[in-house]
């Protein structure tokens, strides 16, 4: 893969998937802009890439103020030139029986995981369609496809963002701009149950899957690094797991 010569915006950029993407977006010859609500450790984990050789740089953005995300996007453009690719790492999640949520916790979901996306694309495509090239990926959750035990707000707003990422690549195909989804499945840097959850829980939820373990975070940010390459032009409106075979469709 080679991404030298774009430069990428990556929004979420502290979490476990969102640090490994803006990575792997790094070593693949990309000049990234880091952004995520937490000022001082966004700003330590762009020094450190930039301490490694990489051209990265990081400035603090909260998904739900338009005013932030225009301000994040601008930056970008400012000190890379321009805006090829954003990668949407954020997400919040709210686990409750849906009889006993409250709309309060709806209202959050739904203002991160689709308001925060929508934001974020409105603005870059302020540059993308001018120069007529774009990437636009966004990580959700495999519960967009199948939906997930107590995460029925989660699972709706995934499930939101597909439907949105599909009918955005529809309008945006005519200016050489693809949308794509990356599903994940579990995801973690380590076999050990998440917090949470009992050894015993997990195992049973690792033997859903054929290779027997939880996706690493480089697994997905390779997927997200080949969607934003130039040769990936012709996918887009795709929906694409990343979970080992919890999911095949």
């Not at 030139?81 to 686990?95: E, K, L, Q, T, W």
Request: hydrophobic share 45%; proline share 3%.
């Amino acid at each position: 893969m080679d991404l030298k010569g774009q430069n990428a915006l990556v929004l979420g950029a502290l979490g476990t998937a969102g640090s490994a993407v803006a990575r792997k977006l790094c070593e693949e010859g990309a000049s990234v802009m880091l952004s995520a609500r937490r000022a001082q450790e966004g700003a330590a984990l762009s020094e450190k890439l930039h301490g490694e050789g990489y051209d990265a740089h990081f400035i603090a953005a909260d998904v739900t103020d338009r005013a932030q995300v225009a301000a994040a996007v601008d930056a970008t453009v400012d000190k890379l030139g321009r805006i090829d690719i954003v990668a949407n790492c954020v997400s919040y999640d709210h686990m409750r029986k849906f009889v006993d949520d409250k709309e309060k916790h709806w209202d959050r979901v739904f203002a991160v995981n689709v308001k925060g996306t929508q934001l974020a694309y409105q603005e870059a495509l302020r540059h993308m369609i001018p120069q007529r090239y774009g990437r636009l990926l966004t990580l959700v959750s495999d519960s967009a496809k199948i939906g997930a035990t107590l995460e029925t707000a989660q699972s709706s707003s995934k499930g939101a963002i597909v439907a949105f990422s599909k009918s955005l690549a529809r309008e945006m195909a005519r200016h050489e701009i693809t949308v794509n989804a990356v599903c994940l499945g579990p995801t973690s840097e380590t076999a050990d149950p998440p917090l949470g959850l009992s050894p015993e829980g997990w195992a049973a939820f690792m033997r859903l899957i054929p290779f027997r373990r939880p996706a690493k975070p480089t697994e997905v940010a390779s997927l997200v690094a080949f969607l934003a390459m130039r040769e990936a032009s012709f996918i887009t409106g795709q929906a694409i797991s990343v979970s080992g075979g919890l999911t095949m469709s």
